[in-house]
């Protein structure tokens, strides 16, 4: 028993060296950059274009897209920034000629809510007629 405790005390103190390492103690917050960029990069968008993903609807599209997956169910939008994640995603699966229907159910489907395979249509349907083009 006392050398599992001092294994795991000499495997947390090694850890919190490890962490505590990994900075620079004369770097202030004013130094380091942004941890998330507002301009998107260039590559990264042709990539998920190429991919088949939309950008990130704003404003009305935003709206009018929330609004279509809303009309199918309401617990699609609970989250609505996931809604519009797995919307995106989902893009990829309906542009590249997957099984979107069985994506849609997996994608959209929650602990408190299942998709339904009328559910899984109405979504594709929607995507197709908001986001997908």
């Known amino acids: 028993m006392r050398r599992n405790l001092t294994t795991i005390l000499i495997a947390t103190a090694t850890l919190a060296l490890t962490l505590t390492a990994c900075g620079s103690s004369d770097e ?3 130094d380091k950059p942004p ?3 507002t ?3 260039p590559t990264m968008s042709k990539a998920l274009e190429k991919a088949g ?3 990130k609807p704003e404003g009305a ?3 009018a897209l929330l609004a279509a997956l809303k009309a199918v169910n309401p ?3 609970a989250d609505e920034d996931k809604a519009i994640s797995n919307s995106r995603n989902q893009c990829s699966t309906i542009n590249g000629g997957g099984n ?3 994506t849609a159910k997996a994608r959209f489907s929650t602990n408190e809510h299942e998709v339904t395979d009328a559910e899984a249509v109405a979504i594709n349907a ?3 007629a908001t986001l997908c083009g």
Do not use: Y
Request: avoid cysteine.
């Open 100 to 102: 979107a229907q069985s």
């Open 61 to 63: 599209e935003r709206v």
């Open 39 to 41: 301009t998107p990069d």
């Open 126 to 128: 929607a995507l197709k």
């Open 35 to 37: 941890a998330t960029s």
């Open 53 to 55: 993903i939309p950008a």
């Open 28 to 30: 202030t917050a004013a």
């Open 75 to 77: 617990a699609l939008v």
